[in-house]
């Protein structure tokens, strides 16, 4: 039964990390295939909110083609004598949490980057308005947010209002951005964590630092202060930072102490300005994700709505599953595009003097913040599609890795000699060599293959 009486499909945390596939689903709202598509909180004063209102512009669930995916758009306005604008991204990325109790709803990413799939099983249960929706949110809020004293919910999946709305919500993000914008991690004392993903990747902590946007992008520094502030139970907590062990790195004991402990001791250290040694681990909502190439020694950027294959031919989705799951994989490290405006954006790798590629959409994005000697240097999609034709690039233009790049040392043909094996031999029976006696293996002009293997009796 659900903890809803009069909601036909159950709710509860045991629901949280529910994968619905694509053959299981009734639709997908928003999601990789969908230009358009957002999930936005507004805080307004009481007397501007009606109190438990729903709104649907467009289609409703049970008129959504089946199978199929659509342009969607979810405004949550809240009101209450505690609500404050710092509090918006914190509202906003509890549906994270939210719609993944709801048997059969699948939540992924967040902000402009949402995905969300019904199953058909719910579906056929009665799960079929968004009337139905709103209501396990709205009671979700108010039991878990005493601060939310009004709350009124319009969806939209009419596309040319998502089109436009979309517009509206990318300038509010970038204004909650902008408010950090300044600080320094050096500045404070106290950094914040986020569990929020730990129901998909339970060893993954996500560490929010002035500098260092949650990797989802969602939240900020201003905005985990005030989820701390307002509710110090929740997902959201205030993380000391202890003593600088490597300021370069980026790597603090109280941030360690703190990992350990939410990991259950899985992750023991984590480095916040390298994708090598001890990188901070990802969940699988981050905005992007810093991969590293060998063949350059450099690093490549690919987010979420990138389509096709990279440089290097390799897709999102396969980048994105080799950091995911909240491991440490030395050379990929997931990230905000916030983050990479950041000063301290992989300082510890040589920040951008390190990127090689990145996509022309984001390069558009974030290039004032960029050093400006570098973002010509910087290769685009539209510029190479191989590494072939990166390395010409980067010679090119005289990018910063090419200094780092040496030729490979001239092996030759030699003489190993291997240890001295010790055998019975009735295990390897050879002519000549008594049982108990030891031989040795040496291999001449060995390079990719022996051409002359000697084994000879070794009598001391």
Known sequence: MSMFEDIPVDVGII?????????????ELGGPREEYKFELVQAKDLDEIEDGKIE??????????????TPFGMIIYVAGEEMEKDLEGVVERRLHEYVNFIEGF???????????????????????????????LMRLYRSEMSFIEKIQ??????????????????????????????????????????SLCQ??????????????????????????????????????????????????????????????????????RVQLYTAFGYPH????????????????DGYGVVHRNFKGETVNGLNFVTISDLTAGGRQVDGFHGLSIEYMRSPKFMQADGGWDRVVWIPVDIKERIKSFMPPEIVDKIA?????????G???????????????????????????????????????????????????????????????????????
């Open 106 to 136: 699948m939540h992924l990413n967040q902000r402009y980057d949402v995905q969300m799939r019904l199953s058909k099983k719910s579906f056929e249960k009665g799960f079929n308005s968004f009337k139905l929706f709103a209501e396990v």
């Open 380 to 388: 685009t999609d539209e510029d190479v599609t191989d590494l072939d």
């Open 199 to 268: 129901s998909f990747a339970p060893t993954h902590l996500c560490v929010i630092t002035p500098q260092r946007y949650a990797n989802c992008g969602a939240i900020s520094w201003f905005d985990g202060r005030a989820s701390a502030k307002v509710d110090p139970k929740g997902p959201v907590f205030e993380i000391p930072t202890g003593d600088l062990i490597d300021s370069v790195t980026g790597e603090y004991a109280g941030v360690n102490q703190v990992i350990k402990e939410k990991s259950l001791g899985e992750i023991e």
């Open 15 to 27: 629901y949280e990390g529910e994968r619905i596939r694509g053959r299981d689903m009734q639709f």
């Open 153 to 194: 919910i319009t969806f939209i999946t009419e596309p040319k209002l998502v089109e436009e709305w979309f517009g509206k919500a990318m300038e509010i993000y970038e204004e909650r951005d902008a408010r950090a914008r300044g600080m320094s991690d050096d500045e404070v004392d106290v950094f914040y964590g986020c």
């Open 390 to 460: 990166l390395r010409a690039f980067l010679q090119e233009q005289d990018h910063p890795i090419v200094s780092r790049w040496t030729a490979a040392p001239k092996e030759e043909p030699g003489e190993i000699a291997v240890p001295t094996l010790e055998l019975p031999a009735s295990a390897f029976p050879i002519q000549g060599v008594p049982a108990g006696m030891g031989f040795r293996i040496i291999l001449k002009n060995a390079k990719i293959r022996a051409e002359k293997m000697i084994i000879k009796a070794d009598k001391g």
């Open 56 to 69: 649907i512009i467009g289609k409703d669930i049970s008129e959504l083609e089946a199978g199929k995916n």
């Open 281 to 296: 681990t990802s969940c699988g909502c981050f905005e992007g994700c810093l991969f590293y190439i060998p063949e350059m």
